[in-house]
């Protein structure tokens, strides 16, 4: 209503003699407010379009963000499921860990006990190797003092003959 009372209102100016087409104020405020309507109408779209690609935008790193949420929940399901899995694993593992603990200190035990063995060993082989060189040398010493005797006794029993030949009596 406004607008009807302001062109009420306006003096019509004269017809331009340059122009030669008349264009009255009603018109120019139509063509006018046309032009400021079809403006602000594509305004409004350009605006609206722009909010719909950013909220569409949006809405697709949503739905990625969504997705790639759904995948770590199910690899982290997966990773549960086997920690379950491998946890009876685990513990065996972690028992035979203890064993081979034991193991190995009785196997350090029984490479001391070997050592202390091999010294004992070669204790008793020094030994034994003494043993035979002081045999050697007793045994060679027996059979010189059977040798001796038996020698001592064959030049009695000689000379008892003898004097037995030449008739000596008493001579034991």
């Known amino acids: 209503m406004r607008i009807v009372a302001l062109v009420a209102q306006t003096p019509e100016p004269a017809p331009s003699a340059q122009a030669g087409v008349y264009l009255s104020p009603e018109l120019l405020i139509v063509g006018g407010g046309g032009a400021l309507l079809t403006a602000g109408f594509a305004l409004i779209k350009w605006f609206v379009s722009r909010e719909f690609n950013r909220f569409v935008s949006k809405d697709n790193d ?15 399901r997966l990773v549960a499921g086997n920690v379950e899995r491998m946890t009876p694993r685990i513990e065996a593992l972690e028992s035979q860990r203890a064993d081979i603990s034991l193991l190995q200190q009785r196997f350090e035990a029984m490479t001391i006990a070997f050592q202390d063995m091999q010294r004992n060993f070669q204790g008793y082989q020094t030994e034994h190797m003494n043993l035979r060189a002081e045999l050697n040398r ?13 020698k001592l006794e064959s030049i009695l029993e000689a000379v008892h003959r003898r004097l037995d030949k030449h008739g000596v009596p008493n001579h034991d």
């Open 62 to 76: 949503l739905e990625g963000r969504l997705k790639v949420v759904e995948s770590v929940q199910a690899e982290g």
């Open 138 to 150: 007793e045994y060679v010493a027996r059979e010189d003092w059977i040798r001796t005797v038996s």
